[in-house]
């Protein structure tokens, strides 16, 4: 929802106070709290292929050349503004709430969610834990 309002500001002069109309008509984003919105999968597929983010996470959101997707590593309210405000935007871009809603956001990440992973889980990777571990016999893990 978009709102818009004056913004004004209240300078004392001599006992007397003045306001001057800083900004008219300035506009502020509200959105609903990203954590407390159900996404629908069946949406999100739909959105994930129209934002054309298989473009840079595969069609599974874990094959392509971008950050790895699937399993999300972040809960939804933290996706959400991970989009909103990516670390690198020439390589991400940040999806404003005119660009695509929360809740289409939400939808997005419960398609993510609903994926399952073709990938082992890091604890499953013996020569990945030792490395992590720092074990000294991490050129020649146990068989």
Known sequence: MRMTGW???GLGVSGAVLFTVVAAGATTETSQDAAALRGDADRG???FEAYTCYGCHGYTGETGFGPRLNPPRHDQAE???YLRNPRNP???PPYQQDDASDQKLADIFAYLTSLPSASPEA???PLLQAIL???ENADNPPH
């Open 90 to 92: 020439r390589r991400m």
């Open 45 to 47: 597929r739909v959105l």
């Open 133 to 135: 571990t720092g074990d």
């Open 7 to 9: 913004l004004a500001l």
């Open 79 to 81: 996706f959400v503004q």
């Open 123 to 125: 604890e499953s990777i």
